[in-house]
């Protein structure tokens, strides 16, 4: 089993709310990924954990949040979010980190209005 | 800066045909390449190639490795229209988490 689950699918959100995503995934898989797509353009690293730890921030605005509890499960929380955060969120999980296959999710089409 | 191209950005070909995608790489300390193909939601896994694992196959399509070119080919033989997708070319970046991606490659498979 190679699935990596995610919800919700869609979400419109306003610039005023607070709203999570979930990403949950039970191949024992010890690193998790957070990315950004934009329509036609390849996915961007957006945070990576490792063993429950955040290893990588590569300069996200702190309205995204993220969140480890455990080694199955990976939130990110969203706050006062613009209009160009509109995008495919995905999240992805690899056995121990980046050597390995990196499984993705089905992601969250999030809009911001 | 690590990089990976891809080539071409988009190709058209009818179904039966045979197709050849491309990927170049320039990364530090070269771990691994990675395939994916992304229909209308999340990209789907299709080979990881490394230092001992230089050729892959599964089905009709088929990837290497060439170390020395530091490149790699993806064929896809007899050519579906389910094969209509992006292409995505994936290298880890040098010393870090972070996987390089290629710009995609837009395959249009028609009837």
């Known amino acids: 089993d190679t699935e990596v689950t995610q919800t919700p699918k869609h979400l419109v959100m306003g610039m005023t709310n607070k709203k999570s995503l979930k990403c949950e995934q039970h191949?024992?898989?010890?690193?998790m990924y957070w990315y950004k797509q934009k329509a036609k353009k390849p996915p961007e690293l957006m945070f990576v954990?490792?063993?429950?730890?955040?290893?990588i921030n590569e300069s996200v605005p702190s309205r995204f949040s993220p969140e480890c509890p455990n080694s199955s499960l990976l939130n990110l929380h969203l706050h006062a979010l613009q209009p160009e955060d509109s995008a495919l969120y995905l999240c992805?999980?690899?056995?121990?980190?980046?050597?390995?296959?990196?499984?993705f999710g089905p992601g969250t089409r999030l809009t911001v209005t | 800066e690590d990089k990976v191209v891809q080539s071409p950005l988009s190709l058209v070909v009818h179904e039966g045909d045979t197709v050849t995608l491309n990927c170049s790489y320039e990364?530090?300390?070269?771990?691994?390449l990675l395939w994916y193909k992304q229909e209308k939601k999340a990209p789907t896994f299709l080979f990881m190639l490394?230092?001992?694992?230089i050729e892959k196959k599964s089905g009709r399509l088929s990837s290497i490795l060439d170390k020395k070119e530091l490149s790699s080919i993806l064929n896809i033989t007899a050519t579906q229209t389910g094969d209509s997708a992006i292409y995505l070319c994936?290298?880890?970046?040098?010393?870090?988490?972070?996987?390089?991606f290629g710009k995609g490659m837009k395959l249009t498979v028609n009837p």
């Open positions: 992805a999980s690899s056995p121990r980190g980046v050597t390995y296959e990196q499984y």
């Open positions: 191949m024992g898989h010890r690193a």
């Open positions: 954990y490792s063993y429950e730890k955040l290893s």
């Open positions: 990364v530090t300390n070269f771990r691994s």
């Open positions: 490394t230092s001992s694992g």
């Open positions: 994936a290298a880890p970046q040098g010393g870090s988490e972070k996987l390089v």
